[in-house]
């Protein structure tokens, strides 16, 4: 089932999340909806805040790179309660966008490699180094968790030049191909 995506404005892209408990009631069923809702708007990762759900949780698909990046052929996972334990010193820049701010496209630094800890939706535990694409994609879903947005790492400056665009989205303007709630 495809969810509605929240948008910027929508006071629950700005809560810290909630662990997912242990019992939580149909789980898979969960993500199963978030890998269509992502798939369905073109997206490489979705975290559960943006379909409205205070939880830990979130799903990136790396499949469309696969072309240029063949190590990321069939990639689809879901991340549940998942910690950076560590960043690298080491940064780099990179474009983003996201799915609850569509439209917007902007540089952001971040490091290169983070040492994270979570649980795959069989529930096993890994602790791994990422880097490269996965890397940036887990640093991006993970602040959505913390209430955090990408556009908050831009310069002022930037923000600054599309700050006219975001107060419309914030009020409801909003112009994408998938089923929205601002
Ligand atoms: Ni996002």
Redesign the pocket.
Known sequence: MILPMYILGQPMLRKHAEEVPADYPKLQELIQNMFETMQHADGV?L?AP?VGLPLRLFVIDLNALSDDMPQYKDFLHAYINPTIVEASEDTETMEEG???VPGIHENVRRPKTVHVTYLDEQLQPHDEWLDGFLARVFQ??YD?LQGK??IDHISSLRKQLIKKKLLAMTKGRVSCSYKVKS
Do not use: D, P, V
């Open positions: 990762g975290a943006q996201c799915l609850s991006h879903e959505h947005l990408f």
